[in-house]
């Protein structure tokens, strides 16, 4: 991996972090649980905590 991908990964990496801790703010602000959030957004529980850790990312879809 050259030096190009890595910073376009590491950016990407950082994004999804940073729309996950938002998601889980929102979702906390407005007194939601995982199963609350997920079940409107038609994913798994699993999917959505991975998305809010920055493991996933966030389909544009959901």
């Known amino acids: 991996m050259d030096v190009l991908?890595?910073?376009?990964?590491?950016?990407?990496?950082?994004?999804?972090?940073?729309?996950?801790?938002?998601?889980?703010a929102l979702r906390l602000e407005r007194n939601l649980s995982l199963a609350d959030l997920a079940a409107k957004a038609g994913i798994?529980?699993?999917?959505?905590?991975?998305?809010?850790?920055?493991?996933?990312?966030?389909r544009v879809k959901v």
């Open 44 to 58: 798994s529980i699993g999917a959505l905590s991975q998305i809010e850790r920055g493991m996933s990312s966030l």
């Open 5 to 24: 991908d890595e910073a376009a990964t590491k950016s990407k990496d950082d994004a999804d972090i940073r729309v996950g801790r938002r998601v889980r």
